[in-house]
């Protein structure tokens, strides 16, 4: 089930999630590969392999956790994007 095959991928990445942090992760057949909206919410297109929509949940987790501080320093999409993608990165290569 498609489901716990996105769980299984995460769980791959165990340090990169905060289990105190509660996500809504909304799934869907349609529009872009992945969307945040505040405080908590992550919608992602599920047409693709379990591991890439599980990357996309991630890369979406750290565009929320630097949305305030893009929003502090007005920073253009681009600029936020290349932030996001840097510090995800980051994360996914950095085991602690
Ligand atoms: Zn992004």
Not at 11 to 18: G, T
Not at 35 to 43: A, D, E, M, S, V
Not at 72 to 95: A, D, F, P, W
Request: charged fraction near 25%.
């Amino acid at each position: 089930m498609l489901q716990s095959q996105i769980l299984e991928s995460l769980a791959k990445y165990p340090w990169f999630i905060d289990l105190n942090q509660e996500y809504i992760v909304e799934l869907t057949p349609y529009g872009v590969y992945g969307r945040y909206r505040l405080p908590n919410h992550i919608t992602v297109n599920i047409q693709r392999k379990p591991n890439e929509i599980a990357l996309t949940i991630l890369h979406e987790v750290v565009h929320l956790r630097l949305e305030s501080e893009v929003q502090k320093k007005k920073l253009t999409h681009s600029q936020k994007e290349r932030m996001v993608e840097e510090e995800y990165c980051r994360l996914i290569i950095g085991k602690p």
